[in-house]
């Protein structure tokens, strides 16, 4: 506080910044409220993408065994050498709240994959089977990473309302009121010193 020098200037300048770290505070909570509730919901959707990937799992591992009893395991190896389960992956960048977040876009092949050797059907219903795998592992991916750039998000916009809260604005209430106390006491001084003089120059009139 004895850094800050007490003239008018300086209690414009803190009371406009008083002002700015109040409205701050005002669009962080905000913008924290809206980050906690999209946090909420983005739990049900990773909880779903999570049960729908176990289920993809367990469908995909079956149709495995099922293909190797049926069709045998050498068959179903070399098929699925050239059965990718994506065509292309790419990265994008999605903005929620002013918080970018990457999520995976995946290409997905369409329809059966033409193969040298002939399959049986067991192995055709493993290839979807994996594919609808793969779909869910990639949801499972950018729901889980969308989730914990939101909670990181909503800490460091806790964080800095705290510091708004807690230490710039009562910082700058503290300044405000120095500032105007020692001005208010200067124009006090000033009012009495004019009395003073207004008093001698009555006084000097009067002699006269």
Known sequence: MNETS???MNLLARRSQYALAARGVN???KKRDALVREFFTQVHETLEARRQLNEAGREAHMALILAKSFDGPEAVEVFSLGAPAVCNVRVEVE???GTRVPA?????P???VVSPISVGGQTLVAQAAFRRFCRALVRVANTESRLRRIGEEIKKTARRVNAL???VIPG?????????QVLDQQ????IFRLKRVKRKIEAQSARR
């Open 6 to 8: 007490p003239t008018r």
């Open 172 to 180: 700058l209430g503290s300044q405000i009121r120095y500032i105007r």
């Open 104 to 108: 995976l876009a995946a290409d997905w």
């Open 27 to 29: 669009l962080l909570q």
């Open 110 to 112: 369409q329809g059966t």
């Open 165 to 167: 809260e807690l230490a």
């Open 187 to 190: 124009e006090q001084e000033d």
């Open 95 to 97: 903005n929620i709240w």
